[in-house]
């Protein structure tokens, strides 16, 4: 158990429908990041927040978004959705603002299907 | 732009000793070489952090030369348990800041009886 939860699980949607994606990091993180894993794109990194702040930016689309809240949950938003947003979604969180000194710890992921 | 190269697959038997290498050529003086592992339908999951010459822990060992431009990932006696996908992570010199990590296609390894 890596300590972070993301709920829900599995989310089936329409084309043009809105979803929100909840990840709680571990105890005592400060940094939430947010990838996406496609079959055809791998796993790619979307947005990092630290203290509520946004820290970077990956492969982001306009129609999504994301917030860190004060007690350090995030959201991520997506909206308008498309049948190529399927994917899993991941979170993970670490304990600093750079990732690179610190490892990762993910969550299990929320399936995402547009339909 | 990839910033590492992996094998994309390896094939091995139980309890054979299995060698993964990745390349990184342009690794920056301040950058951890980090290696994750994946099973399907999961999030990556930290297996071992060096920064130069061998770390080991209960799980892997970490082999890293001196130049740091490549690193190899060791596990010992591999099982079935241990299929999965294997990434390796380093820095990316052009981005120091905010913490972007780039996972690359990583290996798959295949553990048969």
């Known amino acids: 158990d890596s300590g972070v939860t993301q709920t829900p699980k599995h989310l089936i949607t329409a084309t043009g429908q809105r979803v929100t994606l909840r990840c709680s990091p571990r105890s005592g993180d400060l940094s939430v990041y947010w990838y996406q894993q496609s079959l055809d794109q791998g796993l790619q990194f979307l947005i990092q927040?630290?203290?509520?702040?946004?820290?970077a930016k990956g492969n982001i689309l306009e129609r999504f978004s994301a917030q860190q809240f004060p007690d350090l949950h995030s959201e991520l938003n997506l909206s308008s959705l498309e049948l190529g947003d399927s994917a899993l979604y991941f979170c993970?969180?670490?304990?600093?603002?750079?990732?690179?000194?610190?490892?990762?710890?993910f969550g299990n992921g929320t399936r995402l299907t547009v339909t | 732009l990839a910033k590492t190269t992996q094998p994309i697959s390896m094939d091995s038997y139980e309890g054979q000793e299995v060698n993964i290498t990745c390349s990184h050529n342009n690794i920056a003086t301040n950058d951890y070489i980090t290696w994750y592992q994946q099973f399907p339908s999961q999030g990556p999951r930290f297996i071992i952090q060096g920064y130069k010459t061998k770390v080991t822990n209960e799980v892997a060992s970490l082999f890293i030369p001196a130049d740091r431009k490549s690193s190899t990932l060791s596990l010992p006696r591999v099982s079935l348990s241990d299929t999965a996908v294997y990434y390796c992570?380093?820095?990316?010199?052009?981005?120091?800041?905010?913490?972007?990590?780039?996972f690359g296609q990583g290996t798959e390894l295949s553990v048969k009886p």
């Open positions: 993970a969180s670490s304990p600093g603002e750079s990732s690179y000194n610190s490892p990762l710890h």
């Open positions: 927040y630290y203290n509520g702040e946004e820290r």
């Open positions: 992570l380093v820095g990316d010199p052009r981005y120091n800041q905010g913490g972007k990590l780039i």
